[in-house]
Nanobody
Framework: QLVESGGGFVQPVESLKLSCAAS????????IGWFRQAPGKEREGVSC?????????WYADSVKGRFTISRDRAKNKVYLKMNNLETEDTGVYHC???????????????????WGQGTQVTVSS
């Protein structure tokens, strides 16, 4: 099971860092993705990272240059650092584990499982 944390209420241009932790398995062995769902919208891929063996990172165009995904092997966590937040970034953010080694490159929710409960990110002035 994956557990997200780090969400909150911030103003535009501020930053947040989300964490994804796992119990029972090693995140390093799997592609891990961050997804978000805004009210009334479908869940979308934000950023996905390949397993440490395969390498590779994918970002949605809307977050390129602002968000950074990373791993901490020692802590068995995956992070999403979000800078210069915009109101359009508001939503519930989930992390999930990819079903296939190539899942990071599509970052499609259909290819991910073991979803966490999510953490709310609200960006508003």
């Amino acid at each position: 099971q994956l557990v997200e944390s780090g969400g909150g209420f911030v103003q535009p241009v501020e930053s947040l860092k989300l964490s994804c932790a796992a119990s029972g398995f090693t995140l390093d062995h799997w592609p891990i993705g961050w997804f978000r769902q805004a009210p009334g919208k479908e869940r979308e891929g934000v950023s996905c990272i390949a397993s440490s063996v395969d390498g590779g990172i994918w970002y949605a165009d809307s977050v390129k240059g602002r968000f950074t995904i990373s791993r901490d092997r020692a802590k068995n966590k995956v992070y999403l650092k979000m800078n210069n937040l915009e109101t359009e970034d508001t939503g519930v953010y989930h992390c999930a584990a990819g079903k296939y080694s190539s899942s990071y490159d599509t970052c499609s929710p259909d290819e991910y499982g073991d979803w966490g409960q999510g953490t709310q990110v609200t960006v508003s002035s």
